[in-house]
């Protein structure tokens, strides 16, 4: 079937403008998480989405940063008033059960590659 | 907190050879999931093996295993018969579950080249 899907791939914005990072999960799957890759700090968790439990956003760097997930799917990263420090790849991944059953195995979409001039 | 390392940030073989990638890490807990996840430059990070840390037997997946030793905190992956198509970066995890909540802690990583 088909994995987890992100949109845009790539985005250039300018420093100030807000953006919105789209991820599509894996059908049926009721966890969503976010993840942010960057040079200078390694992979690092955003936040994490579990059916219709309150989303646990402990990873979020500052105000600036949201994310949503209409309808238990898909699901929409916002950074208002972008910085140069939030240049990075920003993944999504989706688990079937999240931790409803357990420890579950995260599915990886390709990333959206954020750059701010 | 829960920390993993990596400690070899690059390593190259020979296409056919075996190499074993290295992990540590540090928890207090006594039952949790590691993970190897593999990420191509086309940058899909791609699970390559998950170990729960209840089960002795080391996880096998192909030419992919582990060798977990759980009371020295080490989760090294081998990669036997090496292939062109395994030169990726290769990130070490550690699942840190609590209340409710559930993340995935990463090494930094070891960017693995397989040679011709």
């Known amino acids: 079937g088909a994995g987890v899907s992100q949109s845009p791939s790539n985005k250039v914005t300018e420093k100030g403008k807000d953006v919105e990072l789209r991820c599509d999960p894996i059908?049926?799957?009721?966890?969503l998480y976010w993840y942010r890759q960057s040079l200078g700090q390694g992979l690092e968790f955003l936040i994490y989405?579990?059916?219709?439990?309150?989303?646990?956003k402990s990873g979020l760097p500052s105000d600036r940063f949201s994310a949503e997930r209409t309808g238990g799917s898909v699901s929409t990263l916002t950074i208002q008033r972008t910085q140069q420090e939030d240049s990075a790849v920003y993944l999504c991944a989706s688990s079937r059960y999240g931790t409803s059953k357990g420890p579950d195995t995260q599915y990886f979409g390709p990333g959206t590659r954020l750059t701010v001039l | 907190a829960q920390t993993v390392t990596q400690s070899q940030p690059e390593m190259s073989v020979q296409e056919a050879e075996t190499v074993t990638l290295s992990c540590t890490y540090d928890t207090s807990e006594n039952n949790y999931y590691l993970f190897w996840y593999k990420q191509p430059p086309s940058r899909q990070m791609i699970l390559v093996i998950r170990q729960e840390a209840y089960k002795q037997q080391n996880a096998t997946e192909n030419r992919f295993s582990v060798n977990f030793q759980k009371a020295a905190k080490s989760f090294s992956l081998k990669i036997s018969d090496s292939q062109l198509g395994d030169t990726a970066m290769y990130f070490c995890?550690?699942?840190?579950?609590?209340?409710?909540?559930?993340?995935?802690?990463f090494g930094k990583g070891t960017k693995l080249t397989v040679n011709p």
């Open positions: 995890a550690f699942m840190v579950t609590q209340g409710g909540s559930e993340k995935l802690v």
């Open positions: 059908s049926g799957h009721t966890a």
């Open positions: 989405f579990q059916g219709n439990s309150a989303p646990d």
